[in-house]
């Protein structure tokens, strides 16, 4: 299972990033950016106990402390999330994988993490791979990227949406759903967490930019500033800073 660990590594000296002049104004003026929050999708991103948590959260205090700036949190479930940052009520978002729709409101870096795609069924169903989707019930999360690629790559399953992984997974356990898609990471989190014994997890693979696993910083298009600085934060990152933050995330096989 995955456990943020309490006697975290000694701090690693973080190297401030250099800026341009028109980078520092943009940061003096802008002392606090506005990062959107998802409650229900851990280990990557989730609130617990009112705080913001996870491996992205942790890569977005990282640099913005690079970069010197201060960070709000915005909370909220992903459609609401998404709809503010489209009108532009939020600066930033983390952790998200690359789509066309996407791309037309908001500006990406490199990704700066990746994870597995995989797909979870009850152990009796007889699902084994993608192939065996056609006619089956597959929960989709309402507004995620993955479920734009899923809905066109399994025309002949069956739909169900559900609002977050949890409920897709409880579905899938109690037969309302036959499958559903998701990182390995996240699905593993959540049926360890809920016990849901009865649930196999098989890693996939899905021929698609949006769900090769890799996780990007999106900001809004009217700011190209902010997105230079993130671009260069994570650009900035070492090694250690890198296994600074994983191993505070670490799946533990049971």
Do not use: C
């Not at 025309?155 to 390995?184: C, K, Q, R, W, Y």
Request: hydrophobic share 35%; no cysteine.
């Amino acid at each position: 299972k995955y456990a943020e660990q309490t006697n975290t590594p000694e701090q690693i000296k973080t190297t401030l990033l250099t800026l341009t002049p028109e980078e520092k104004a943009w940061v003096k003026q802008h002392p606090t950016i506005r990062v959107g929050n998802k409650p229900d999708w851990p280990p990557f991103d989730f609130i617990q106990d009112d705080k913001a948590m996870g491996p992205g959260i942790d890569y977005v205090r990282l640099i913005a402390q690079k970069a010197g700036l201060h960070v709000s949190f915005v909370q909220g479930p992903w459609e609401e999330l998404w709809e503010r940052f489209k009108v532009r009520n939020i600066d930033m978002l983390h952790s998200i994988y690359k789509t066309k729709e996407r791309e037309a409101y908001a500006l990406y870096t490199d990704p700066f993490q990746s994870t597995a795609i995989a797909m979870a069924g009850r152990k009796e169903s007889g699902i084994e791979d993608t192939q065996d989707l056609k006619g089956k019930r597959l929960a989709l999360l309402k507004g995620y990227g993955t479920t734009e690629v899923l809905l066109k790559k399994f025309p002949d399953s069956i739909p169900i949406m559900v609002n977050n992984l949890h409920e897709g997974l409880s579905a899938v356990s109690f037969g309302e759903a036959d499958a559903v898609i998701d990182t390995i990471g996240s699905m593993s989190y959540v049926v360890i967490q809920q016990t849901l014994t009865n649930l196999a997890i098989k890693r996939i693979e899905i021929d698609e930019q949006s769900s090769n696993g890799y996780m990007h910083f999106v900001t809004t298009k009217d700011k190209p500033l902010l997105h230079s600085i993130l671009q260069k934060g994570i650009a900035s990152l070492s090694p250690e800073e890198h296994a600074r933050i994983r191993s505070k995330w670490v799946l533990q096989m049971e």
